[in-house]
C-alpha cells in the first residue's frame, strides 16, 4: 500500500471509529436534520454536559461536524453532508434485513 493510501486509509478508519458509539451516530442523525446546541443533546440524552462534549469533541476531531459558538451557547452543525446519503443507505439495508428476517420466519 503507498504512503497516500495509508493515510487515506487511517482517517478513513478514524471517521468510523468516530461514527461508531450509539451516542455520536445519534448525535449525527440529530444533525442531519438541524444543528443543534450543546444544550439540546445534554436535555435530550439525558447525559451530562462533559459526556456529551466528549462526543462532540471526537466527532469534530474527525472532520465529521463544525461549531459555532453564539454567545454563551456552542451550536453544532454538520460538516460531512455526504453522512446524509450513507446513513440513508444504512437504513434502507436495515428495513431489507428486517423484511428478510420476518419473511424467513414465515
Known amino acids: 500500500m503507498k504512503a497516500f493510501e495509508k493515510k487515506q486509509q487511517d482517517e478513513m478508519s478514524a471517521i468510523f471509529k468516530a461514527l461508531a458509539h ?62 446524509v446519503s450513507i446513513v440513508g443507505c444504512l437504513e434502507d439495508h436495515l428495513k431489507a434485513l428486517q423484511k428478510e428476517r420476518a419473511e424467513d420466519r414465515s
Not at 57 to 65: T, V, W
Open 22 to 83: 450509539p451516542t455520536r451516530l445519534w448525535m449525527v442523525r440529530e444533525l442531519m436534520r438541524n444543528e443543534r446546541c450543546v444544550c439540546e443533546f445534554v436535555e435530550a440524552s439525558h447525559l451530562d454536559f462533559s459526556t456529551v462534549s466528549k462526543h462532540l469533541s471526537l466527532l469534530k476531531q474527525a472532520h465529521l461536524i463544525e461549531d459555532d459558538k453564539r454567545g454563551k451557547n456552542v451550536y453544532y452543525r454538520l460538516r460531512a453532508v455526504c453522512l
